[in-house]
């Protein structure tokens, strides 16, 4: 039978021109064997030559021999787990047909673990060549965002893609890492998805057809200007419906889950409206949330497009904002990895860390900025307090290193995710958030259906915010490894006195023995701010006196210290530099604050000091 209700989508799907440069176009069979647990395909690929020369060779990428067996380079890396989950056993993709161009190239082909090299004759820049593909996909059991448990099936990189290529033909994808994840040239699709009869299915893009017969299903699905296709299949599931204005939204999860599905189903509503306000129109039709059942959350938090993965959290008590948060960050790479394709092999942080900063504001708005990502009794925790513990995993490295070249995962995952959300969040507070807000939607919409790059995004940014903000904050931190840590490294204050000793009058010279405190009662203070680090940032500083009155200086952050005098009626109690905490890069807040000691503590602190100092000289080599 056909699905006439979908049918209302149809326009919107096919009925508008091309958004994307559609290079790949896929039309693929797949039927799932729900005992094996394999996918058995047939894919029709036309691609499209986006160089600048001649290509002869198509690399494909076949994500899935990541997990053919123990030695592969995934698998090494993350010594055989994931997110806490053990690899319990192997899957892969398997060619039994591939014909390009009407040449059967299969056996001249060269496998390159996750990397299929095939050879072409020579295709012209704008050009085309049509691969026929039969292909067997074998699922692991729930491991790395894909698999199977028991009857459940996330079926995700399952199928022959092309990977993408520069102007001079170069490979831009690269093998599968286990810091890595996938980035493909947008296309369309047209997939036909066999199943057993039992089996809900949710998949990229809209249902068209159904047809059944001998206790099996066939569903179409059409998907245009995406760059993935991923879907799932469980007879357990039970959904969710509803619509934000003209975009339908699906949420499939297992009966038990209704309680924490309904919380991500509504998060995700309220971020579609937020991203289209702040980064532009979500141009698809629809949007399919999948919570995996128990037991199955290695398949959970993961983005596809127009699909994404959930939270299968089990601790999801009112307060627990954690599956939220991972509702509202995967339906955030609708945008930073959907509509704007990076590099997530060499430039991880170009979805992960603006998308941590855009998910972060929303989350922030939603929930107030101090709780926004935990709220239990007391306890308030915000999405800029999780950012600043993940600072510390390691290390500074520049954020566009390659994923696989961090010093360490924990490395890769601090300057993918957290320490972009700083450094934005620091290029905002230069700037004011409207201005900043401005520049990203600026960002969005000029890259929007493209690969952007670093340079694109300072580019872009400094057009709205000018290049010296941009170039001063951003830059060092992107291409090197710049941090800064302002401090308020002193305080001193003391009660102001009358001169003494032999000053020289129209009478000639006069001493003054005992010249007795000012009156009235004075007093004179000095803070002393320090700056470590390689980034010079502009900040206040906030001196409070004893009276309750506060004064407000700005440091324009150049050298390596600056000293504030005060002299006035009452002395400093304490001071605090950025206090409002713009400079979230900086590298320790424990230090931004300090009280004034006790009267008389700094000179005799001073003279020890000295003293330590001097019998360190007469001890040392």
Known sequence: MRRTALLAFWPLLLGTAPLSPRLARYTIEARLDAESHEVTGHEKLVWGNPAKVPVDRLPLHLYLNAFRNDQTTWLREASGEHRGNELENFGGVRIRKLVCGGRDVRAASRLDETILWVPLQPVPPGGEVTCEIDFVSKLPRVFAR????EDFHLVAQWFPKPAVLGDDGRLLGHAFHVSTEFFADYGTFDVTIDVPERFVVGATGLQDEETRTSGRKRLRFLANDVHDFAWTAWPGFTELEGSVGAVRLRTLHAPAQREIARRQHDVVAAALVHFERAYGSYPYPNLTLVIPPPGAAGAGGMEYPTFITGSADAFSMEGN???????????????FYGLLASNEFEHAFLDEGLNTYATGGFMDQRYGPRQSALRFGALRVGQFAISRVGQGFGGVEPLATRAWEFASLRSYAMHSYMRPDLALRTLRGVVGPERMAAALRHYAARRRFTHPTPDDLLDDLSEVLGR??????????????????????????????????????????VTIDDA??????????????????????????????????????RWDGRGAHVRFAYRGPSPVVSAEVDPRRTVALDADLRNNGKAAPAPGAPRFLSRAIHWIATLLQLVGP
């Open 516 to 553: 007795g405190p000012v009156e009235p009662t004075e007093h004179e203070s000095e803070v002393l701010v320090t700056r470590r680090g390689n980034l010079s940032l502009p900040v206040e500083l906030w001196t409070t006196f004893a009276d309750g009155s506060v004064r407000r200086e």
């Open 146 to 149: 894909t698999g199977y448990l």
């Open 468 to 509: 010296e903000p941009v170039d001063s904050v951003l830059r060092p931190v992107v291409f090197g490894s710049a941090w800064v840590d302002y401090a308020v490294a002193g305080i001193e204050t003391w009660e102001r006195r009358r001169p003494r000793g032999t000053f020289d009058s129209d009478a000639g010279p």
């Open 321 to 335: 904002l954690g599956p939220e948060t991972t509702a509202a960050h995967e339906f955030g790479h609708q945008y």
